[in-house]
């Protein structure tokens, strides 16, 4: 039998797994830091910077004393590395040999890379850092053209195959360009590097996933993931056979737990604290999932061209009693240490304005400082009436 959730305690159980708002911590910062990222599995890299980019934004939701220098360092203590989850992410190292599925498959050829395998460069690129050390593209010299989609040049086509099978690892990046040397220089010394068979990879995504999102469905498990998706739905089903799993019905769906998050509903979950997150936030990466649990259509339209934009460029939702009530697009002008809100749009079904622009006052003060500006600009808001409110809000703020 199905244990049936109303959608407000599934909400509340989404919401305490990913950790957001977060609770109090105690301890150092970074090692809050540390948890966050091994908690939730991986925080996905994004290039975009018109805000803070997108694993710093994320972890910051999760530990408000974050600083990016915290990251550096647990990448420098090798206890986080870079690679792939089901796009560019920050590991935990503890999690390492689950990388190797995918790093083996692309070795052996039974998975496809989006560039072409070009073996004579491997071996040269590979021997240039045996020999010289950790090199970046740029080390690389080209002179002919680039070429492929992203106009990319031969060398770096090759240390991104050799990353992507395992032969080089990223200690660090430079300007945020990434850093190649070799695995065995970077990986820390009794590292656990035996890949993990099917079911225990599978039982890995699964029990990773549930204890970082509180439930869900063998799509959103597989997300991304090449050739898991039959794999994740077989032991999921062995699983709740054996009472590891259970059967959730929420929002008119079907999903699995574990019972142990479950356990997390007697919590406590402050409806006030109001969250600005990133489109790349763990909470809401999967659109559909969204959608069916929080009501919350969203697109980020930094790939939709300007004139059919709706909402602005990069429009951040907004979390706020335990619902995605906005999005505010903005933009940090360094230079001026400003902050513009281009847009923010309120969902039409949010009336206490007053209640939410009390939380966003508060919000705003942490998100000024994580940005590192002083003053804030406003142009745009829907409903075009709530922009005088928001202006008081601002000036309170920032007199």
């Known amino acids: 039998m199905k244990e049936s959730l109303s959608i407000q305690q599934a909400r509340k159980l989404v919401l305490l797994s990913q950790r957001v708002p977060p609770m109090k911590q105690a301890g150092r910062a970074t090692t809050a830091t540390l948890s966050a990222i091994e908690h939730l599995g991986y925080i996905q890299i994004d290039t975009i910077s018109v ?33 792939w989850s089901h796009a560019a992410a920050y590991l935990p190292m503890r999690d390492y040999r689950f990388s190797l599925p995918r790093k083996h498959a692309l070795a052996r050829g039974d998975q496809d890379h989006w560039y072409e395998r070009d073996e004579r460069l491997m071996k040269l690129v590979l021997k240039r850092i045996a020999t010289e050390g950790p090199l970046m593209a740029k080390d690389f010299e080209h002179t002919g053209k680039k070429i492929g989609e992203w106009k990319t040049k031969p060398a770096k086509r090759a240390l991104e195959y050799l990353f992507m099978q395992g032969d080089l690892m990223a ?14 220089r970077v990986l820390p010394e009794r590292t656990d590097a035996t890949e993990p068979d099917a079911e225990e990879y599978a039982r890995f995504l699964i029990t990773r996933y549930l204890r970082a999102n509180g439930l869900g469905q063998s799509t959103e498990i597989a997300y991304l993931l090449r050739d898991t998706k039959q794999l994740v739905s077989a032991t999921l089903e062995d699983m709740v056979s054996d009472g590891e799993l259970v059967h959730i019905r929420a929002a008119g ?3 699995y737990a574990l019972p142990a998050s479950l356990e997390l509903l007697s919590k406590p979950l402050a409806r006030s604290k109001l969250k600005i997150l990133s489109p790349f936030d763990n909470l809401v990466i999967q659109r559909k999932r969204m959608k069916a649990l929080f009501g919350f259509e969203y697109l980020i339209e930094c790939y939709v061209p300007e004139a059919k934009r709706r ?23 360094r230079k001026k240490s400003l902050l513009h809100i281009y847009h923010l ?28 500006c002083n003053n804030i600009r406003i142009h745009r808001t829907t409903p075009a009436n709530i922009k005088p409110e928001l202006q008081t809000v601002i000036n309170d703020l920032t007199r």
């Open 345 to 372: 749009a309120l969902e039409p079904w949010v009336l206490k304005t007053d209640a939410f622009f009390l939380a966003l006052r508060k919000e705003l003060e942490s998100f000024l400082q994580f940005n590192h």
């Open 253 to 255: 769906e079907s999903y």
């Open 51 to 83: 805000i803070q980019r997108a694993h710093h934004h994320t972890l910051w939701n999760r530990n408000p004393r974050y600083k990016a220098s915290q990251l550096d360092q647990l990448i420098s203590d090798k206890q986080v590395f870079e690679y």
């Open 311 to 333: 909402y602005g460029y990069f429009s951040l939702p907004i979390l706020w009693d335990w619902k995605l009530v906005a999005r505010m697009d903005c933009k940090a002008e």
């Open 171 to 184: 200690p660090c990046r430079v300007n945020f360009h990434k850093v190649y040397d070799l695995t065995e």
